[in-house]
């Protein structure tokens, strides 16, 4: 009988231990509007739901909404976040620049020439200049994918071949830049460059090495690919909901904590990175009829010179819309 007594406390006690442990289980979702195979989902997701599982014993774990399964289209994805139509999403500072002013002159040339760069340079200055500006939410990583080359159908690897030069910038805000070099800024999704090289709609258009292989393929439509270009950023985010992070355990909110800021963010950073060296890769055996410049250290100290004309313009209209620090804020970045 006592046998009896003890074998059914045991049950109950793995019953309600089970129980236990799954009541205190959470599933976080995640919306990104690029596809599955997208680098940003096969590194630093991918490694953020393995940590999250792993540190956990499995009771915080992930899934993942690509392909705008949560809400189509890049835009709204802060806002989601926000909303709570996902418990985290992935962004682009650069669709909703009102929201970023701050965070937007990390798009800027300057001191970084790739991601894993200009991403701690964001980190060593986050808290004091760009915090704020994700005051409603709970940032996991913040960081940036380099625009290094330019794919154009005319040599535009010097000051004279720049000039007249119908050209899509990384970022609308880098127009000035675009405009002292002597070119002609030209906005135009990353969906449509392929069409404007080939219809003679741009001449050139600022770029990834990941643009110019597949599945962007600028290779095919480009005369000149042209490299030691200055080089200019797109700002990225990942970002939880505030009230689900708080609904959480204190427990999991370590985790999230732990893994959260500069180790996600250089995650972000190596998933760009890491796509243009296999581009790079691909690229050199590759049998494809642009060909491949780099820019020479006397045009590449006259296209500085430009961007540091540029550079002043877009400070004085960060003053006239009350943001007297831009340029601090840009120092920073750049130390």
Do not use: C
Not at 80 to 99: C, H, K
Not at 102 to 128: C, H, Q, V, Y
Not at 185 to 211: C, K, R
Not at 261 to 269: E, V, W
């Amino acid at each position: 009988m006592a046998k009896a007594r003890f074998t059914m406390v045991l049950a109950l006690a793995s019953a309600f231990g089970i129980f236990a442990q799954t009541a205190n289980s959470e599933e976080l979702t995640v919306a990104t509007f690029v596809p599955p195979q997208h680098h940003t989902n096969t590194v630093m997701f991918k490694w953020f739901g393995e940590e999250l599982e792993k540190r956990s014993g499995g009771t915080l774990t992930m899934k993942l909404f690509p392909a705008g399964q949560l809400g189509a289209g890049p835009v709204q994805q802060y806002k989601r976040a926000v909303e709570g139509v996902a418990d985290i999403t992935f962004g682009v500072s650069a669709y909703t620049p009102a929201l970023f002013p701050k965070s937007m002159l990390a798009i800027l040339p300057g001191a970084s020439e790739n991601a894993d760069e200009s991403t701690r340079r964001i980190w060593a200055s986050f808290d004091e200049f760009l915090a704020d500006e994700y005051a409603d939410v709970k940032v996991l990583a913040v960081g940036t994918v380099a625009g290094n080359l330019l794919a154009a159908t005319r040599d535009v690897s010097t000051m004279e071949g720049l000039k007249g030069a119908k050209l899509v910038p990384y970022a609308a805000m880098t127009s000035p830049i675009v405009e002292a070099l002597g070119a002609v800024p030209v906005q135009m999704p990353v969906t449509e460059m392929y069409t404007g090289l080939s219809t003679g709609t741009i001449d050139a258009t600022m770029a990834s090495y990941n643009n110019i292989t597949p599945p962007w393929n600028f290779w095919d439509v480009s005369t000149y690919v042209v490299a030691n270009v200055p080089v200019s950023f797109a700002v990225t985010f990942a970002v939880m909901n505030k009230e689900r992070y708080m609904s959480l355990s204190p427990e999991h909110r370590a985790i999230i904590d732990e893994l959260a800021g500069l180790p996600m963010s250089l995650k972000l950073a190596e998933s760009f990175d890491g796509a243009d060296e296999t581009s790079r890769k691909m690229m050199a055996e590759a049998d494809k009829p642009y060909k491949f410049v780099e820019v020479s250290d006397e045009e590449r100290a006259k296209m500085d010179a430009a961007v540091v004309v540029g550079l002043d313009t877009i400070f004085a209209d960060y003053e006239s819309r009350g943001i007297n620090n831009a340029r601090q804020i840009y120092e920073a970045l750049n130390r």
